[in-house]
């Protein structure tokens, strides 16, 4: 490879990418408006292809910029695993260690998963970042975190993801609403009720956001009444007013449930469930410390299924 493309221009080009323009690239990376232009230029002239076009006063991927970019990834991604392996030989156990989880995952037993940790390597500096599945793995790929918490495994060859869990979907409602606790033969019997769901974004890829909506689709049900709430939390608070029913995952509704806050309602025909994986780069480097914690995590996940929780 050329001195010209190196991991710094590519980092430099994929800024320019994800923040939609030299000023921003500019800003996050700490460097002058005329540097990064002076970066691409150099990097658009060894390439010998425009990688950027400016369309209607926004600047845009190229064909040449969209095929580089994945390849841009993984290169500037295995630079860092190679500064990571480096630094890893003088501090084994130390160092930061970036976690990307879903939401809905961000609970109780994560806590008890990042507690345990902690407390065995207390020089680790844990960060932890929320996103939607696909966006998890996303910033796995990208190597901007370590470790990655989602629902469903992901097809790319640039990851591995290993099964923890699969959890079952329950149908919640509240205490006094007339099917608490008691069963359905179809989901169909729940048509008319008012569902209480994540909101599908265009653009945005979410597993969980359509999850409900594929469920009622693929039993012949077609449109239903729903209200899109984007936080799991008040979406629980809501079904505890009664002011809709919603489809959780066993973990999500479990203290809840526990409390007895909110009720189910059991839908024989209902077979639907979430798989828990994990995600890592493929070939990515992972040290003694981001090995450990992925321990960790199985561990506590086995526990989980070992005690019915």
């Not at 505890?240 to 526990?258: T, W, Y």
Request: with cysteine; proline share 3%; net charge positive.
């Amino acid at each position: 490879m050329d001195a010209k493309l190196d991991s710094d221009a590519l980092l430099t080009f994929l800024t320019v990418h994800r923040r939609g323009g030299i000023s921003s690239a500019a800003k996050a990376l700490h460097r002058s408006q005329p540097a990064i232009s002076r970066r691409i230029a150099l990097l658009e002239q060894e390439l010998a292809v425009p990688l950027f076009e400016r369309i209607a006063g926004r600047t845009m991927l190229s064909d040449a910029g969209r095929v580089l970019v994945p390849y841009a990834e993984r290169a500037v991604a295995a630079a860092q695993d190679a500064e990571n392996a480096v630094r890893a030989l003088a501090r084994p156990n130390s160092g930061p260690i970036a976690l990307a989880v879903v939401g809905t995952l961000a609970g109780g037993r994560l806590s008890a998963v990042l507690k345990r940790f902690a407390a065995t390597h207390p020089q680790v500096e844990l960060s932890l970042r929320t996103a939607t599945s696909a966006e998890v793995s996303d910033m796995v790929r990208r190597g901007e975190v370590t470790i990655g918490l989602r629902y469903d495994r992901d097809g790319s060859r640039d990851l591995d993801c290993e099964l923890l869990a699969s959890e079952r979907l329950q149908v919640v409602c509240a205490l006094d609403h007339p099917r608490a606790g008691r069963r359905v033969a179809k989901l169909a019997e729940l048509r008319g009720e008012r569902w209480i769901a994540f909101p599908v974004v265009p653009g945005r890829r979410e597993i969980t956001a359509a999850h409900v909506f594929a469920l009622f689709h693929t039993h012949g049900l077609g449109e239903i009444a729903w209200t899109p709430v984007d936080s799991l939390t008040a979406q629980k608070r809501l079904v505890e007013a009664g002011l809709g029913i919603a489809l959780l995952s066993e973990s999500n509704a479990a203290e809840e449930l526990r409390q007895k806050t909110i009720a189910t309602i059991g839908v024989r025909d209902l077979k639907a469930s979430h798989d828990v994986v994990t995600v890592t780069r493929r070939g990515g480097f992972l040290s003694a410390a981001a090995r450990r914690l992925l321990e960790i995590v199985r561990k506590e996940y086995r526990e989980t299924r070992a005690l019915g929780r």
